[in-house]
């Protein structure tokens, strides 16, 4: 069956670095995402990147982040630099069959369980 797992989550000095990761397994995917959602806020798109090797970001975070997948493995990550205490949040990576990259969590139906990450 579908599945993917997060990983790298855990607590960061503002300034300071965190990889994450999402293992995915069960299904061939041509596109993937990660996605964060702080308390009260919607969830939004941080990252996002195809088969092809195309990559978009959330235009805020594109300096300080970088999407990246290693075929071989199945496996997503998410370099995340220079954090700041409004990057707090859960990350989730989502995943799709198709090749459509997008930042929309409601085009994704495969999800992660989601990793915290806090930053002070």
């Known amino acids: 069956h579908v599945q993917l797992v997060e990983s790298g989550g855990g607590s960061a000095l503002a300034g300071g670095s965190v990889r994450l990761s999402c293992a995915a397994s069960g299904y061939t995917f041509n596109t993937y995402s990660w996605f964060r959602q702080a308390p009260g806020q919607e969830r939004e798109g941080v990252a996002v990147?195809?088969?092809?090797?195309?990559?978009a970001y959330a235009e805020s975070l594109k300096d300080r982040f970088t999407i990246s997948v290693d075929n071989a493995k199945n496996t997503l990550y998410l370099q995340m630099n220079n954090l700041k205490p409004e990057d707090t949040a859960i990350y989730y990576c989502?995943?799709?069959?198709?090749?459509?990259?997008?930042?929309?969590?409601?085009?994704?139906?495969?999800w992660g369980q989601g990793t915290q990450v806090t930053v002070s």
């Open positions: 990147i195809d088969s092809d090797g195309d990559t």
């Open positions: 989502a995943a799709k069959a198709v090749l459509t990259p997008s930042l929309a969590p409601d085009t994704y139906n495969d």
